[in-house]
């Protein structure tokens, strides 16, 4: 008895070649997801460093702007250094503040605020700056 070709039934499924491509493909496409993710999570923890270093910038501005004309001098600046979480959480952290008086009138004092960090390579991360000027109350005009 012979086999008619025709009447054999047909090959269902895969093969190991369909199967190894298909395996290929997907651990390609694994790795790009997984090195999305990463990058995304990098962003993420750059930009609520920006964020952290900006309300510390923020902080120290308000605690220095409250202080009494006579108290706002470049020695009290000096002595301003980092919250502790925020020194811990921004790497390589540091504050610094500059006072100075400011041409014109009313007596102004002109005061600086910016905030440093290093980046996860170690390389500087732009800086945040807060400029503000504090007027004399007591002053009076000429």
């Known amino acids: 008895m012979t086999i008619n070709p025709s009447t054999r039934t ?4 895969f093969g190991l070649a369909e199967v190894a491509v298909s395996a290929i493909l997907l651990m390609v496409a694994l790795v790009l997801v997984a090195q999305i993710v990463i990058g995304l999570a990098a962003e993420r923890k750059a930009a609520e460093q920006r964020q952290r270093a900006f ?3 923020a902080n120290v501005m308000e605690r220095v702007t409250s202080r009494t004309w006579d108290e706002l001098t470049p020695e009290y600046a000096k002595g301003i250094t980092l919250a502790v979480p925020t020194s811990s959480a921004l ?3 540091s504050v610094d503040v500059a006072i100075a008086p400011a041409s014109g009138e009313p007596p102004a004092k002109k005061i600086a605020v910016e905030v440093r960090w290093r980046d996860r390579t170690g390389g ?3 800086p945040v700056r807060l400029v503000s000027w504090v007027y004399h109350q007591g002053a009076t005009k000429p």
Request: hydrophobic share 15%.
């Open 124 to 126: 500087p991360e732009a």
């Open 10 to 13: 047909k090959r269902r499924g």
């Open 91 to 93: 790497r390589g952290g």
């Open 55 to 57: 309300q510390e910038a």
